[in-house]
């Protein structure tokens, strides 16, 4: 480091570089901001300041390079094979990369190889299968910035799948709908802070929430893109449309200019070479059910709370799925359950079927297990980069399609029953592919040995010269090693010089004398002769126009192709769909779970509820069901201890809810569910860090958002509310909370609490029903039944629970002493102001409440 010039790129003068530095110079001029990977032969190489971010990040040895009168510069490199690791380690830092590849080959350059940046991969840019997760989508967005209204233009697209929707949202949906899909990248306006003491200029920042900010990767574009005009033009050229009538939708107006961003965005990142999107599609929150942030995470949709992990969550317990199609599906399902009662019973039909028909769910199965990411692979097709291996791939997956609709030729429902009819333009274009592709292509598609004989006829008679030219160089062995009497004599190739003659030291002096020398090694002489130079320069050039006119007719072949990206994109849909009722049906069969009854009233009756994570968890047949009952506007309480089970059994229900509106069945012995239109959760809490918030005021703001959201249609989670201050405020916040929700909502509720307290609230109100979980004790010891059965709890248990949980001998011992003074102290402070004829009641804060 000592001896390297570390000065930026911007402050350098190209005038003191060498030609190839200045050329790197004037590429990273058009490209700040990001890692250029600048290629040079079998490496991508990274000077100056990206080579000392590049070393420190990817771990690599910085080393030098000679930059002429500017001594020697940073320089750090990667393998090109080997780039796909190092470009998602970088991406997943949060980099930007941009990739500057050689557009000539060196050997017939003339001087300065020509290079271009050919695109720029950013977090939410990704196309290159290797780079993504296969089961989840990977989403760019846009928000915009509205001044006169409280709703913000949302667009996000997949372009790995051509996926393209918009709405327009509240402040508070914009953040629920960001934590549903997880962008991976988010683009936005920026907005100046307030100025600082003994600040000039203003600090900007993304014009996003604090939350989102904080936990999602922003990227900040210029004012310009986001102007109405620019930002709706750019949308016209990627969709080849004069007007945006076409599209159907003036309301979403917002919607389409944070499209037109995410547009803007990917023809700078791309170079102009957009993939093909699916038709931009507006949608409503409201046709879905309403999970806020705080409900999808306590809830373990997709990963788990504690370590973010896959395993554990809900996803995990019903994935079944076969192809990653299927998987992304569900995960979208899972985190957007309907609110359409057709829909849901169209999917239970579909589930239905599949369980009643064994044979006909492992032939499926079998199936699918044949057929890759069609969805991807279209979009490789329509950006240019598909080679030939996706070509075989996608051609073994469309072979499939005529079985699949054989075996699903007699279902009823109609999300089976798609593959019925042959559609004669995709099997001519899979019986195209092969005739076309090699059965086994190399990865790169200019180096040849790509394209089938019988596709092109001067590609053949060049072939046909380099295959008869490996039968005319064992013919010249043979005549050779007859003419000089050498046996040991043997004709090969290197890459540095060329054909050759290989001869032992031993037998030199029987060499004819037309051989000329061309190298020695330290065991033989290598010899050519006039004949065989000949030769090679014949196969050389056919080798390179062989090489040269295949890639030019796969270009063509690929480009021809893209003919059929929207039928196949609609061929993956359908997969993925009859992929995820398989998965479905495969999950009720294997743990026991029922077809619910799902319906318009306000009815919530779970029979032997399971919860479908933690049973999958236990040895089989020891999770405890439980029943629920609760008729909107019903709330029930629920005591009893700390592990009781209060929690498991809260989102047990909750889940169930989720499974039901996806159009699962669930893990129940039977269920009858009135259809819920958004769900809630205040279930835990921790500071809040990113907005300085601290634990009982995320708890507060939290209960105050459900409270001004949530309807009578509604499905409420509430543990512990009021825990965070003092008692008296606790109980209070937590009894009026409960009166609120019975009186003024009417959503169906669950409310854990260790506030006993609040049990005496059935006797005002009616609609307000005590229940607790059981438990057995023997002396000191209690054993937790997990059962919930009415009534309320009158104790806590902390002591025991603590002596559970591992709490040194003499704590227990002294908490058990404190305790027993405190009830005594009590019990005598009561006895004196009875003597006294004190009011008891001003002591008794539940009794206090009842009275007002």
């Not at 997943?92 to 050689?102: L, P, R, S, T, Y």
């Not at 031993?506 to 004949?531: C, G, H």
Request: glycine share 6%.
């Amino acid at each position: 480091m000592n001896n390297l010039n570390l000065t930026k790129t911007c402050d350098i003068n190209p005038e003191h570089a060498t030609p190839m530095m200045q050329q790197f110079l004037q590429i990273k001029k058009q490209h700040q901001g990001v890692i250029l990977f600048y290629r040079m032969g079998d490496f991508y190489e990274m000077f100056f300041e990206d080579a000392v971010l590049g070393a420190k990040e990817l771990e690599l040895t910085l080393t030098g390079r000679d930059g002429g009168r500017l001594g020697r510069i940073p320089m750090a490199g990667v393998p090109h094979k080997a780039a796909d690791n190092y470009i998602a380690r970088l991406l997943e830092k949060g980099h930007k990369v941009a990739i500057c590849e050689q557009m000539e080959d060196a050997a017939l350059a003339k001087g300065l190889v020509e290079r271009k940046v050919v695109k720029t991969i950013t977090a939410g840019t990704i196309t290159d299968i290797n780079l993504l997760q296969g089961s989840k989508n990977n989403y760019l967005a846009a928000v915009t910035n509205v001044q006169k209204s409280c709703k913000r233009g949302f667009a996000y697209v997949d372009i790995s799948t051509g996926e393209f929707k918009i709405s327009t949202l509240g402040y508070d949906q914009l953040i629920s709908e960001i934590n549903r899909i997880e962008p991976s990248e988010i683009l936005c306006v920026s907005q100046k802070r307030e100025i600082k003491p003994f600040q000039i200029v203003p600090e900007e920042h993304p014009d996003l929430p604090e939350t989102v900010i904080a936990n999602y990767n922003c990227t900040v574009r210029a004012n310009a893109a986001f102007y109405k005009e620019t930002a709706l033009e750019k949308i016209k050229q990627a969709f080849n449309i004069k007007s945006l009538e076409a599209f159907g939708f003036p309301e979403y107006t917002e919607g389409l200019i944070a499209a037109g961003v995410i547009i803007d965005y990917l023809l700078e990142t791309q170079q102009d070479n957009l993939p093909k999107f699916d038709v931009i599609t507006p949608y409503e929150t409201g046709s879905f059910v309403a999970i806020d942030s705080s409900a999808r995470r306590n809830l373990e949709l997709v990963q788990t709370v504690r370590d973010n992990k896959y395993e554990g969550s809900l996803m995990w317990a019903v994935n079944k799925t076969k192809t990653n199609m299927g998987a992304r599906l569900l995960r979208k399902w899972i985190q957007q359950p309907l609110q359409d009662i057709n829909e849901i019973k169209q999917r239970y039909c579909a589930v239905e079927e599949l369980i009643e028909n064994p044979k006909i769910r492992t032939d499926v199965a079998n199936l699918l297990d044949k057929v890759y990411d069609i969805e991807r692979l279209a979009t490789k097709i329509s950006n240019n980069s598909a080679n030939g291996r996706d070509f075989i791939s996608l051609r073994d997956s469309l072979k499939v399609l005529p079985l699949f609709g054989n075996i699903l030729y007699n279902t009823k429902s109609p999300l089976l029953n798609k593959f019925s009819e042959k559609d004669e333009k995709i099997s001519d274009f899979t019986a195209l592919i092969d005739k076309t592709i090699v059965e086994e292509p190399p990865i790169s598609i200019k180096e040849g040995n790509l394209i089938k004989r019988g596709v092109h006829e001067e590609l053949d008679y060049l072939k046909s010269l380099l295959c008869d030219g490996q039968e005319w160089l064992a013919d010249f062995e043979k005549r050779e090693k007859e003419r000089s009497g050498i046996k040991s004599l043997k004709v090969g190739y290197s890459k540095v010089f060329g054909y050759f003659i290989e001869i032992t030291h031993a037998n030199t002096a029987q060499v004819p004398n037309d051989y000329i020398r061309k190298q020695t090694l330290t065991s033989a002489e290598r010899y050519i002769t006039p004949e065989l130079k000949q030769h090679e320069n014949e196969i050389l050039s056919a080798g390179s126009k062989s090489a040269e006119l295949e890639y030019h007719t796969f270009c063509n072949f690929r480009e021809y192709s893209k003919e059929f990206v929207d039928a196949i994109r609609d061929i993956a849909k359908s997969l993925a769909v009859l992929d995820v009722m398989l998965s479905f049906a495969q999950t009720a069969v294997e743990y026991n779970y029922v077809k619910p009854v799902i319906d318009k009233s306000r009815d919530l009756v779970i029979e032997e509820g399971r919860h479908p994570v933690i049973e999958q968890l236990l040895p089989l047949g020891s999770y405890v069901p439980n029943d629920l009952d609760i008729t909107s506007p019903m709330l029930m309480i629920l005591t009893g201890p700390n592990m009781a089970g209060k929690s498991t059994f809260m989102r047990q229900n909750a889940l169930i809810i989720i499974l039901a509106q996806i159009g699962s069945f669930v893990p129940a012995k039977s269920a009858r569910i009135g259809i819920v239109d958004k769900i809630f959760t205040r279930v835990g809490a921790v500071d809040d860090l990113s907005t300085g918030q601290s634990t009982f005021m995320v708890e507060m703001t939290e209960t105050a958002s459900i409270l001004n959201s949530a309807t009578d249609r509604s499905f409420i989670l509430l543990d512990e509310i009021g825990r965070g201050t003092s008692t008296y405020d606790g109980v209070a916040i937590a009894w009026s909370v409960a009166e609120h929700i019975t009186q003024n909502i009417g959503a169906r509720t669950i409310f854990a609490t260790h506030y006993h307290e609040l049990n005496i609230m059935c006797e005002k109100h009616p609609e307000i029903r005590n229940f607790r979980m059981t438990i057995s004790e023997n002396e000191d010891e209690i054993i937790f039944l997990r059962k919930v059965v009415p009534g309320g709890a009158s104790r806590s248990y902390g002591i025991q629970v603590a002596k559970m949980a591992g709490l040194p001998a003499s704590v227990i011992a002294r908490s058990q002493q404190l305790m027993t003074k405190m009830q005594k102290d009590y019990a005598a402070q009561i006895s004196t102001k009875k003597r006294n004829n004190s009011e008891v009641q001003a002591d008794t804060p539940q009794l206090s409440l009842f009275i007002e």
